[in-house]
């Protein structure tokens, strides 16, 4: 494949950049893809469109390490379209552009299959659970987290970095072995429930599970498990992995 070195060459067709956090990079005539491997995550950085593309040009973007923080600009006169705000590890976005209303236009993006987050932690410890309140558990022995993004020491939440959509389940059962009512399972999502189940009244150790799809905007937004108990007493959970967990995955980018 011809290419030059520099960001100058006419044939150039790719560039290989180790990008720092706040980067500011411009496409130069003739490269058409932009190769980025920082040496880790980059909180910020900037992406500008070549000058003077032809009509029908692909510019393709790729990065080995998330870009927490992505400003996507046209060069002067354009007009950038569905911008990208963000790019996950291995993660590639591209744009066409249309020469006669000097427009980019997304044109495909994709991201390395089991390369998004992924997390599951148990309850490990035990913790006393009041009746009649909303308690948050406190999951804190992890299974594993690929990118740390579960705060298992001070909130007990998860806090992705990459927006997208994240199959959240939560888990809990009951410990002291004899309930003499219900317990929810409850997800909460920046402070509120969005998700639900109610087990049986029982008298015996009883479990709850819920499970939902959520959107998460990649920078403020987070998920925290709950249990609430309507025994009449206060009530321990169980420590076990298997039976009072918080998991979650990517299931795709936003």
Same mark, same amino acid.
């Given at each position: ?24 990079? !411009?496409? *130069?005539? $003739? +490269?058409? @893809?932009?190769? /980025?491997? #920082? =040496?880790? !995550?980059? *909180?910020? $950085? +900037?992406? @500008?469109?070549? /000058?003077? #593309? =032809? ?7 790729? @990065?080995?390490?998330?870009?927490? =923080? ?185």
């Amino acid at each position: 494949m011809a290419k030059l070195d520099g960001t100058n060459g006419l044939i150039q067709q790719y560039d290989y950049q180790v990008l720092t956090t706040g980067f500011s990079y !411009t496409f *130069a005539s $003739g +490269t058409q @893809t932009l190769v /980025a491997n #920082p =040496a880790g !995550t980059l *909180a910020t $950085g +900037t992406i @500008t469109m070549p /000058a003077a #593309p =032809a009509d029908g040009m692909v510019i393709w973007i790729t @990065t080995t390490q998330q870009i927490v =923080a992505l400003t996507m600009n046209g060069n002067t006169g354009q007009t950038l379209t569905s911008k990208v705000t963000s790019l996950a590890p291995n993660q590639a976005v591209a744009y066409i552009y249309r020469v006669s209303n000097t427009t980019w236009y997304p044109f495909e993006t994709q991201m390395a299959q089991g390369n998004g987050p992924a997390f599951s932690y148990y309850l490990g410890a035990g913790q006393t659970i009041s009746t009649a309140t909303d308690t948050k558990i406190q999951f804190a022995t992890k299974i594993f987290d690929t990118n740390n993004y579960y705060d298992a020491t001070t909130n007990y939440r998860f806090t992705p970095l990459i927006a997208g959509y994240y199959q959240i389940t939560v888990c809990v059962r009951d410990g002291t072995g004899a309930t003499a009512g219900s317990i929810r399972a409850n997800i909460y999502k920046n402070g509120g429930v969005v998700s639900t189940f109610i087990s049986a009244n029982n008298t015996n150790s009883v479990s709850a599970m819920t499970s939902d799809l959520i959107f998460m905007n990649g920078s403020t937004d987070y998920i925290e498990g709950y249990i609430y108990q309507n025994s009449g007493a206060n009530m321990s959970l169980q420590t076990n992995a298997q039976y009072n967990y918080i998991t979650g995955v990517l299931v795709r980018t936003a």
